[in-house]
C-alpha cells in the first residue's frame, strides 16, 4: 500500500495516477492533507513553498510509516527537490504548482525505482489536447518539446508521437463557438462477453424481450432534444452508434434502429460522417451491411483485436480468423467509404511476432482506419485473476507490440490523427488512431478534443456539453442499468430538456 500526502485533494488524485505508472501492482491511497495516521505504510508526502514572489520549491519525501506502538520508527527511503520561476509559466498559478509537483514526484521515483516511463510525468487521458492547447497560444514546435520535456519529463518518441497526432487532427478541430454538434448513440448489448473487455453491456439473449422497448425510449429522447436543437438552429454533422456490438440486433430491431436515426437525425440535417461500430464480425451478415449501407452509414468497424485464431479462443472473441476476412471482403463489396478495424497489443500470451502476424493479415486488406488499443487491466477482473498480465517479466512486450504496428502503419501510408489514454494500461501507453490521410473519423476527434457538444442517447450514455467561454464540459449521464433506463426515461429526458434551456448548444 503506497498513500499519497498531497497539499490538496484534487492534486492528490492525479499524484496518485502517476505513482500507479511505477506501481502497477500496489494499491495506492490519497490521504487527507492533515492526516497523520500513517501508520507502516509507504507514504509518499509532496508540497510546495513560495520561496520568493516569484520562486518556486517543490518537495516529495517517500518514506515508510513507523508502527502505531512504536515498536518501529519512520523510515525516509528517497527524498526530491526542485525549483521553478513563475513568471516563465503561462498556465496559472494553479497549473504551475500540480505540475511543479508531478515534475518532482516523477524525478523521486524515476531515480528510486531506476525506471523512466516515456510519457513521463503526464497522466491525463487527452494528452493531445495538451498539445491542440499549446498550439493554440503560438508556441512553435521547439517550445512544445522543450516544454513537454521540461515540466511533463516526456521522452521524444512520446513528443513526436504526440506532435505528430495533433498536427494530424488540427485541421479538423472545430473552431471553439460553433453552432455544429454531434450525436452518439449506444447500443450496449453483446453476444458473449469477451475476457478482456472494460466496457459495461449487456448480454443481448437476456435483453432481447425488451428490444422493443428499449429502441421506443431511444426514439422518445431523440424526438424531445432533436426537435429542440433543430430549433434553437443547431446543426447536427456527425453520427456515431457504438456500443456494446450494435449490429447483434436481429436483422428486424437493427431496419428499426436504422429508421429511428433516419426519422429524428438524417431526416432532419446534414450528416457529414455516419458511423456504426459493428465490431464483431459475428454479429454481421450481407444483409445487416446492405441494411446499413442504404440506411446511409458511411462509416463500420470490423474489429478483428487478433489475427491469431488462438489468442481469440483464449480471451473468448466467439469468432474466427475466416469470419474476419469473410466480413471484410464482404463489406468492400457492398461499398463502404470507410473500414475500421481494432486491434489490441498486450492480448494474454502474444507476443510481437503474432502482431507481426496480424498486422501483415490486415495490411493484406488495406482497411482505411486502424485503432490500435493497449490492453486495460482493471484490479481484480476475471481476465486480471487468469491471466496475471502484470507478470514483470511481460514488461515492456505491449511497447515492442506497438513499435510492429507502427511499421505496418507506416506501410500503410496512415498517419495518427486521435490519442487517448485508460487508466491500468500495459506499460503506460495510449491508444492510437490511423487513418489514411483523408479518411479520419470526425467524431473520435470531436469526442476527445471536447470542444463542442455531444448529445449521448440510451442506457449509459454520457452527453458532454462545452461552456466555450469558460473552456469547461459539463456531464449528463444516463443511467446505466437497462432496466433503470426504461423506467426512467422521462427523468433522462427531463435533464437534457434543462441543460438546453440553460445553454448547452
Ligand atoms: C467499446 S468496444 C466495442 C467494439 C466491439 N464490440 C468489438 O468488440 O469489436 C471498442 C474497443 O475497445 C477495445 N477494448 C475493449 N476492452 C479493452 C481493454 N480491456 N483493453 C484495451 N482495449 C479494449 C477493443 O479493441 C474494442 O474493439
Ligand atoms: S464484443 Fe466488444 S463490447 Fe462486447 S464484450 Fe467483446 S469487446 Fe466488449
Redesign the pocket.
Known amino acids: 500500500m503506497i498513500q499519497v500526502k498531497a497539499p490538496q485533494v484534487s492534486y492528490g488524485k492525479e499524484i496518485a495516477e502517476l505513482v500507479r505508472v511505477f506501481y502497477p501492482e500496489e494499491q495506492v491511497g490519497e490521504m487527507l492533507p492533515l492526516n497523520e495516521e500513517v501508520s507502516e505504510a509507504i507514504v509518499l508526502e509532496t508540497g510546495y513553498d513560495m520561496e520568493t514572489a516569484d520562486t518556486c520549491r517543490f518537495y516529495a519525501y517517500l518514506y515508510r510509516g513507523g508502527s502505531s506502538d512504536c515498536s518501529s520508527k519512520p523510515k525516509r527511503l528517497a527524498h526530491q527537490e526542485s525549483r521553478r520561476s513563475y513568471p516563465n509559466y503561462d498556465e496559472g498559478l494553479n497549473r504551475f504548482i500540480k505540475d511543479g509537483i508531478k515534475g518532482c514526484v516523477f524525478d523521486l521515483l524515476a531515480g528510486y525505482t531506476g525506471r523512466h516511463p516515456r510519457r513521463g510525468a503526464q497522466t491525463g487521458v487527452r494528452p493531445v489536447k495538451l498539445v491542440q492547447e499549446l498550439l493554440d497560444k503560438g508556441k512553435d514546435d521547439a517550445e512544445i518539446r522543450i516544454l513537454l520535456r521540461d515540466i511533463y519529463k516526456m521522452q521524444d518518441s512520446k513528443i513526436e508521437l504526440l506532435l505528430e497526432t495533433a498536427k494530424n487532427q488540427r485541421h479538423l478541430i472545430d473552431e471553439p463557438i460553433n453552432n455544429k454538434v454531434s450525436v452518439y448513440i449506444h447500443i450496449p448489448f453483446?453476444s458473449t462477453r469477451?475476457f478482456?473487455?472494460?466496457?459495461p453491456?449487456d448480454l443481448i439473449h437476456r435483453a432481447a424481450d425488451k428490444m422493443d422497448e428499449y429502441l421506443s425510449c431511444l426514439e422518445r429522447e431523440l424526438a424531445s432534444v432533436m426537435g429542440e436543437l433543430k430549433k434553437q438552429g443547431t446543426e447536427v454533422d456527425t453520427l456515431y452508434i457504438?456500443?456494446?456490438?450494435p449490429t447483434v440486433l436481429s436483422r428486424g430491431h437493427l431496419e428499426e434502429l436504422l429508421k429511428l436515426a433516419d426519422r429524428q437525425i438524417l431526416s432532419r440535417y446534414n450528416i457529414l460522417e455516419y458511423t456504426i461500430?459493428?465490431?464483431?464480425p459475428d454479429s454481421l451478415d450481407n444483409e445487416k451491411l446492405k441494411l446499413m449501407r442504404d440506411y446511409g452509414v458511411s462509416r463500420i468497424?470490423?474489429?478483428p483485436?487478433s489475427m491469431n485464431q488462438e489468442t481469440l479462443d483464449l480471451v473468448g472473441?466467439g469468432h474466427t480468423v475466416e469470419q474476419v476476412l469473410d466480413i471484410y471482403h464482404k463489406a468492400r463489396e457492398i461499398g463502404f467509404f470507410c473500414i475500421n478495424m481494432?486491434?489490441?497489443l498486450g492480448l494474454p500470451e502474444e507476443t510481437a511476432d503474432h502482431m507481426e502476424r496480424t498486422m501483415e493479415a490486415l495490411a493484406g486488406l488495406k482497411p482505411d482506419n486502424i485503432?490500435v488499443?493497449?490492453?486495460?487491466?482493471?484490479r481484480a477482473?476475471v481476465?486480471r485473476e487468469s491471466f496475471k498480465q502484470y507478470d514483470p517479466s511481460r514488461k515492456g512486450l505491449a511497447e515492442e507490440m506497438a513499435l510492429v504496428c507502427r511499421k505496418w502503419i507506416d506501410k500503410l501510408g496512415m498517419k495518427p490523427y486521435y490519442l487517448y489514454r485508460?487508466k491500468y494500461?500495459l506499460d503506460h501507453l495510449e491508444?492510437v488512431g490511423y487513418s489514411v490521410p483523408g479518411k479520419e473519423c470526425l467524431y473520435n476527434i470531436q469526442f476527445m478534443e471536447e470542444r463542442r457538444d455531444i448529445w449521448a442517447f440510451g442506457a449509459g450514455a454520457a452527453s458532454k456539453l462545452y461552456f466555450p467561454d469558460e473552456d469547461r464540459i459539463e456531464r449528463i449521464g444516463n443511467v446505466k442499468n437497462l432496466d433503470s433506463y426504461l423506467y426512467r426515461i422521462d427523468e433522462m429526458i427531463e435533464r437534457k430538456l434543462k441543460a438546453l434551456k440553460k445553454g448547452g448548444n
Open positions: 453483446c469477451c478482456y473487455c472494460s466496457f453491456s457504438g456500443g456494446g456490438t461500430e459493428a465490431g464483431r468497424s470490423i474489429n483485436q472473441r481494432d486491434v489490441i485503432t488499443h493497449t490492453l486495460a487491466v482493471k477482473s481476465f485508460q494500461m491508444n
